[in-house]
C-alpha cells in the first residue's frame, strides 16, 4: 500500500511539472522579458536577479527596447540599476543616451550601476562621465566611477591627470583623481614624475608627491627632492609647500 501512495504521489508531482512547463510555453517572447526585468527588482537577492540579467543579456537586443522602458519608467530602484547592468552586457549603443541619462537618477544604486553599464558599453569613451560621476553627493556612485575607471587603466590615466588635476581646482576631484592614479601603481609613476617637474601649481605638486610616496616607487624620490628645493622663499605657502615635498620625501624613503 505504501508503494502504491509513493508512485501515485510521483505521478502527481510529474504531471504537476509537466503542467507547469506546458503554461511557461504558452508565454509570448514579449512577456518572459517583462517577467525576467521584474524579477531583478528590490525584493530579489542578488543571485536571482544576476541569473536573470544574464538571461536577458542572452536574448540580446529584443530585449533592449524593454530594458529601456524600465530604465525610463521603473518605480522600483533596483529594476533601474538591473536594466544599467544588463543593457550595458547586451552592448547594443542605442543604450548610450538612456544609461547616460541614468547617471542622473535619485537613486544612488542606479547612478552606481550605470556607471558600470555605461563603461561596458563604449569602453573608453564613458570617461567624461565617469570623471564627473566623481563628484557625486553620494560614495556608491563614486567608488564605482572609481572602479571603472581602473579598470579602464591606461586609456584613463591622462584624463584623470588632465581633468582632475591640471585643468580643476576643485580640491575634491582632484583628490578623487590621485586617488585612482595611485590605486593603478607603478606603471603611472613615470606619468606622475613628469606632472610633479613640469608642474607650477604648489598644491598639484604637493598630491602628486604624496601619491608617489604611497605608491612606493622610489625612482621618484630624486624628483621629489628637486621639487622641493625649488621652494625656497620665506611666505608661508613656500614654507607649507616645502614642508610637504620634504615629508614625502623622507617617508619614501622609509618604505
Known amino acids: 500500500m505504501m508503494k502504491r501512495r509513493n508512485i501515485i504521489a510521483g505521478l502527481a508531482l510529474g504531471l504537476a511539472g509537466t503542467i507547469a512547463i506546458l503554461c511557461g510555453c504558452g508565454k509570448s517572447e514579449a512577456q518572459e522579458i517583462e517577467h525576467y526585468i521584474k524579477t531583478m527588482g528590490s525584493d530579489q537577492k542578488a543571485p536571482t536577479r544576476d541569473n536573470y540579467m544574464k538571461m536577458l543579456a542572452d536574448m540580446g537586443t529584443k530585449a533592449v527596447d524593454p530594458l529601456i522602458r524600465h530604465l525610463d519608467n521603473d518605480s522600483d530602484d533596483m529594476v533601474r540599476a538591473y536594466c544599467c547592468l544588463t543593457l550595458g552586457k547586451i552592448g547594443d549603443k542605442s543604450a548610450e543616451s538612456p544609461i547616460k541619462k541614468a547617471f542622473k537618477d535619485k537613486s544612488a544604486d542606479v547612478r552606481a550601476r550605470a556607471a558600470k553599464g555605461l563603461t561596458d558599453l563604449i569602453k573608453a569613451k564613458a570617461i567624461p562621465d565617469l570623471i564627473r560621476l566623481l563628484k557625486d553627493d553620494h560614495e556608491t556612485p563614486r567608488e564605482s566611477a572609481q572602479n571603472c575607471l581602473l579598470e579602464l587603466g591606461d586609456s584613463a590615466v591622462e584624463s584623470l591627470i588632465n581633468d582632475c588635476l591640471v585643468q580643476s ?42 601619491t608617489l610616496r604611497d605608491i612606493g616607487d622610489k625612482s621618484a624620490l630624486e624628483p621629489i627632492n628637486n621639487a622641493a628645493e625649488k621652494y625656497t622663499g620665506k611666505d608661508e605657502k613656500s614654507k607649507k609647500t616645502r614642508r610637504s615635498l620634504d615629508g614625502a620625501y623622507n617617508e619614501l624613503i622609509q618604505k
Open 169 to 210: 581646482e576643485d580640491p575634491f576631484l582632484r583628490n578623487q583623481g590621485m586617488v585612482i592614479l595611485g590605486r593603478m601603481g607603478k606603471k603611472v609613476t613615470p606619468r606622475l614624475i613628469e606632472l610633479l617637474e613640469n608642474s607650477t601649481d604648489p598644491d598639484v605638486q604637493v598630491m602628486t608627491a604624496k
